[in-house]
């Protein structure tokens, strides 16, 4: 598989830019081995097993899993977004009225999405304030308007429709199952006042959950796709992965995505 430059651009510009400046704000008072440790403990989410909500919330905990989430993370999870968005062409739902990003975490998903799609207003949805304050901050970084949202999921979905793309990058398999039920139901109902989905999880995601969520989103014309894409990584990405002996070169996502006519 050949590889492609991790960004271009203006893109690239910006976000070399963010880079630096969430490395400088939330991992300048750590030790690189400090960093690499605490990426080492975020490794659950590489593996495609579901882990629950309790484990989900010890990812915020420590100042290293943090910095973590905040740089190496927020990386990763945008240039996943970036790439599946080109390889999918969702540029073509342009315009939309904004991207609800959620379980936004430090908001790189929502941010790629955004760019692809024209520069949406991101509208960060977490039970986290400060991972809703890191998702400002990156929206911010690329020039992006955005909304942050404080709640618990399904309740914090609200009624999107018509112009809305919801973004679940990740989040599902983060979820108790009577949660995760509950947030299948609530997306079935934005498509049915006319919104869009673009949901994400690891390649080797458990079938059983994730065929069910496909089976709920086939009538509205909802497509799935396997995506994987070889990038030259950028520097910290590449600093971790040989440090910690982790292996990005190759991004890859399950996508539920559509459907391509919202007006249905």
Do not use: C, N
Request: charged share 25%; glycine share 10%; net charge positive.
């Amino acid at each position: 598989m050949s590889q492609l430059p991790y960004l271009e651009g203006d893109v690239r510009a910006m976000f070399d830019a963010w880079a630096e400046r969430m490395r400088a704000r939330h991992a300048a008072a750590l030790t690189f081995a400090e960093l690499r440790k605490g990426a080492q403990a975020l490794g659950v989410l590489d593996e495609p097993a579901d882990f629950g909500g309790e484990t989900s919330r010890r990812l915020l905990e420590g100042r290293g899993k943090r910095a973590a989430l905040a740089t190496f993370r927020a990386q990763l999870s945008f240039l996943t977004v970036h790439h599946a968005a080109l390889m999918l062409d969702l540029g073509r739902w342009a315009p939309v009225r904004r991207v609800i990003d959620l379980g936004a975490g430090t908001g790189g998903a929502g941010a790629a999405l955004s760019l692809a799609l024209g520069g949406a207003r991101v509208e960060p949805v977490d039970r986290s304030g400060w991972a809703l304050e890191r998702a400002v901050e990156t929206a911010r970084a690329f020039g992006l308007a955005a909304r942050p949202r404080r709640g618990e999921l399904p309740e914090a979905v609200g009624r999107p429709g018509r112009g809305d793309v919801l973004l679940a990058a990740w989040i599902f398999r983060e979820l108790d199952p009577p949660v995760r039920a509950g947030l299948r139901a609530a997306l079935v109902a934005a498509l049915r006042r006319g919104a869009r989905v673009a949901v994400l999880e690891m390649p080797g995601v458990p079938q059983g959950w994730w065929r069910r969520l496909a089976a709920a989103f086939e009538p509205f014309g909802v497509r799935e796709e396997l995506i994987r894409v070889a990038i030259d990584r950028p520097p910290l990405i590449r600093e971790i992965d040989r440090a910690a002996r982790l292996d990005h070169q190759v991004l890859g996502a399950r996508v539920l995505y559509g459907p391509e006519d919202s007006s249905r």
